[in-house]
């Protein structure tokens, strides 16, 4: 199995002396989509900034494909493969969802191409590729954002808070379309998501965090079965369990 994106001990805040995140440890494979779940201010966006080199990293190893990222060097980590689509989703508001797209593309050559495979994912944006990015609805906007990252041909894809200001009927219908990418393409996918049991249908491993440790992880389809797991992770109610992939049984959390 290649490990696609691995991170070992990542710590990971804003001052040296108090990391809001502590051994974050996770490994995903080509083509895994991981769903980052947790309460607010559990630092998971505090995580995908790490990752992608935009925080100066407090401590850890991060990979892409057997790749060590440079500690808080987004050009490295953008050149090992790692993109991220903010929650803001950072679109150039004035410029065409076609202009939008053409600045992700390397290749003057491919570019045909490479805007005909994001329109097959996102067949909306096709009507609307000389509309100013401004000017789309958020769930458009949201499109361009992941489909511009898809023309830069992640290995590993973080996506924070997908359904941000976007109604459930949009977020239904946009989370198949990353399950999709990532059977596709074999990126690997770290999707930060306030819905959890959408995110949990197309995921297929899940960490919780609360208060930047992580408190649960295990297979999504056996943790959207137990929403009260979830549930006690979040709250901190009850034992922490860690539900291990490819077991039955819930195991109590090592301490
Ligand atoms: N720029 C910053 N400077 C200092 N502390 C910050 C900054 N941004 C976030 N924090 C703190 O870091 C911790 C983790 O925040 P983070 O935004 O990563 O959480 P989150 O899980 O993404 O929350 P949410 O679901 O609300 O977006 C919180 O205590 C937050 O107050």
């Known amino acids: 199995m290649t490990t696609m994106l691995g991170c070992q001990k990542v710590h990971a805040g804003y001052a040296k002396d108090r990391p809001c995140v502590r051994d974050f440890d996770v490994d995903l494979a080509a083509g895994e989509v991981l769903t980052l779940l947790g309460p607010n201010g559990a630092g998971k966006t505090t995580t995908l900034l790490t990752l992608s080199g935009l925080l100066p990293s407090l ?17 490295d980590a953008a050149r090992a493969g790692l993109v991220l689509v903010p929650d803001n989703r950072a679109l150039f508001t004035s410029l065409t969802v076609e202009e939008n797209l053409r600045l992700a593309v390397k290749s003057r050559r491919a570019w045909p191409e490479e805007r005909d495979s994001v329109l097959d994912y996102f067949p909306r944006l096709a009507e609307r590729l000389r509309v100013a990015a401004g ?33 459930p009927v949009i977020v239904e219908r946009l989370l198949p379309v990353i399950r999709r990418v990532a059977d596709d393409t074999g990126t690997a996918v770290v999707l930060v998501e306030q819905h959890v049991q959408l995110a949990l249908e197309i995921a297929d491993t899940a960490v919780v965090l609360r208060h930047g440790n992580i408190v649960l992880e295990g297979d999504a389809r056996k943790l959207a079965a ?13 034992e922490d369990h860690h539900l291990i992939a490819g077991e039955s049984e819930t195991v109590d959390a090592a301490p």
């Not at 023309?151 to 924070?160: E, G, N, R, S, T």
Request: glycine share 16%; hydrophobic share 45%; proline share 3%.
């Open 226 to 238: 137990h929403p009260e797991i979830i549930e006690d992770a979040y709250l901190g109610t009850g």
């Open 135 to 167: 000017a789309l609805s958020g769930g458009e906007q949201q499109m361009l954002a992941i489909g511009r990252a898809l023309a830069q041909h992640p290995k590993v894809l973080l996506i924070d808070e997908l359904s941000m200001g976007l109604a």
């Open 59 to 75: 401590g850890g190893t991060v990979t892409v494909d057997g790749t060590v990222i440079k500690a808080g060097n987004a050009r």
